[in-house]
């Protein structure tokens, strides 16, 4: 089955700068790549997707980037802010049964 | 918005009893799954429905658990026997369509004493 690897397990960036998470995946037939932020007790919401027709896609702050030869994905998030500080997990999800493997997370610090 | 619900938000139950855990996904979607996330893990997927059956499910759901939709409206997840690595935070979800958006619920945290 699919497999999800992410990295880092934990970023602290100072408010402003960039962070960058990233992520490879082992099913070539994945197709579909979502971004999902989780707050503290809350739960998982989408902030932004790709389907492997496309090599990026941006919405404001944020952007995601697919290379699907080398099977991985990239969560780009810029000017980061004090309320972008959450775990950030990526998935990736074939179109015959949809269902989403996560990767293992990635809790963002945001100081000041 | 319409946004997926669960109930309940917490369940405390004891080794062995029984839980039917509750969600009313959002009214046009066509695809239901449940997803469970250990406290600090990842989450993971545990099955997916549509059409009135089970379209895949994952080596966690053995046969202590059960999913249904008892009518047009509310999915449950059903853990027989419960066991105390059964612990954790349980997502349902629901999509429109296969490879869109799944929008999640609340939660329901299980703890098994």
């Known amino acids: 089955g699919e497999n999800v690897e992410q990295h880092p397990s934990t970023l602290s960036v100072q408010e402003g700068d960039s962070a960058v998470i990233k992520c490879t995946y082992s099913?070539?037939?994945?197709?579909?790549f979502p971004w999902y932020k989780q707050e503290l007790g809350k739960r998982p919401q989408l902030i932004i997707d790709i389907r492997s027709n496309v090599g990026e896609k941006k919405d404001q702050r944020i952007a995601v980037t697919l290379n699907k030869t080398a099977k991985h994905f990239s969560l780009h998030i810029t000017e980061t802010q004090p309320e972008d500080s959450a775990v950030y997990f990526c998935a990736a999800s074939t179109g015959t049964a949809s269902k989403l493997t996560f990767g293992t997370g990635t809790r963002l610090q945001v100081t000041l | 918005e319409p946004e997926v619900t669960q109930t309940p938000s917490h369940q405390v139950t004891q080794m062995g009893q029984e839980v039917i855990l509750r969600c009313v996904p959002i009214s046009n979607h066509l695809y239901f799954y449940w997803y469970r996330q250990i406290l600090g893990q990842k989450v993971e997927f545990l099955v997916s429905?549509?059409?009135?059956?089970?379209?895949?499910k994952s080596e966690i759901f053995d046969d202590q658990f059960s999913v249904e939709r008892p009518d047009g409206s509310n999915f449950t997840l059903k853990i027989r026997s419960t066991k105390l690595e059964d612990s954790a935070m349980y997502f349902c979800a629901s999509s429109e369509r296969q490879v869109t958006e799944a929008f999640f619920g609340q939660g329901t945290r299980l703890t098994v004493v």
């Open positions: 099913d070539s037939a994945s197709n579909y």
């Open positions: 429905f549509y059409n009135n059956e089970i379209s895949e």
